[in-house]
């Protein structure tokens, strides 16, 4: 698995070590510096994976995550020296799939590149189609579909949206869907999965404060009901 990926860091001895890291692993990487000149290469060719640290100059990475996400689902990982709860979950209210907080093990960072990248560049292959409450999910094709209108989903919301489309009605913890979107087990980081299925919601339903179709089950989790709106 070859990626393009892009590498937004201002601190030059990090931006090296990832690119050191993923060239190592088989990637072709390109770091820039700065936010602007982030969104520029992101829109000359489209990168598999962006790794976006969030303050950067001239533009900063929520920023640049706003503007990537105008232009599709290019799947971003976040790296952030902010440890505080509400900057993480507003990076992932604005499309980042994942984010660490620095400093941050160079083996785990690979992991979790590794995590996204087998989602996003999963080969097409014969799974069916599935369909629950109006919601359509083509795994070959990585779309999603409500009521046939067609739903951009980051890879993480469309992870959540796989999982509970194969089986409707089935009660899907935060914990359970923290494994399908990171792959790591770290109940610390569960609001995480408030944030994606607020935005599913806003993707999906008539009226998002009044969820008819991806409802909560107090105390346990989430489940996508079967039956059509």
């Known amino acids: 698995m070859c990626a393009h990926i892009l590498i937004a860091e201002d601190d ?3 931006a090296e070590l990832i690119r050191r890291l993923l060239l190592q692993d ?3 990487p390109v770091v820039v510096t700065d936010g602007r000149a982030a969104i520029d290469a992101a829109e000359s060719r489209r990168p598999d994976l962006v790794v976006l640290d969030l303050m950067l100059p001239k533009i900063d990475g929520l920023g640049v995550c706003r503007v990537l996400r105008r232009h599709g689902d290019i799947p971003v990982l976040m790296l952030t020296a902010r440890s505080t709860e509400d900057d993480v979950l507003l990076g992932l209210e604005l499309g980042a799939d994942d984010y660490m907080t620095k400093p941050y093990s160079p ?5 979790r590149i590794r995590t996204v990248l087998r989602r996003t560049l999963r080969p097409a292959d014969d799974s069916p189609v599935l369909r629950a409450g109006g919601i359509t999910v083509d795994p ?17 919301e469309f992870a959540i949206l796989h999982a509970m489309t194969a089986a409707p009605d089935r ?7 923290l494994q399908l979107t990171r792959g ?5 980081t569960e609001r995480a999965i408030d944030v ?3 935005n599913l919601r806003k993707k999906i339903e008539p009226d998002p404060r009044r969820p008819v179709r991806l409802l909560t089950v107090f105390g346990v ?4 009901t079967g039956l059509p709106t």
Request: proline content about 6%; glycine content about 8%.
């Open 12 to 14: 030059e001895m990090q």
């Open 26 to 28: 088989g990637h072709n």
């Open 107 to 111: 083996r785990e960072l690979l992991a």
């Open 140 to 156: 070959a094709r990585h779309e999603v579909a409500c009521d046939g209108i067609p739903v951009p989903c980051t890879p993480g």
């Open 171 to 177: 009660v899907f913890s935060r914990r359970q869907l």
């Open 184 to 188: 790591h087990d770290r109940a610390s």
């Open 196 to 198: 994606h299925i607020m």
């Open 221 to 224: 989790g989430y489940k996508l």
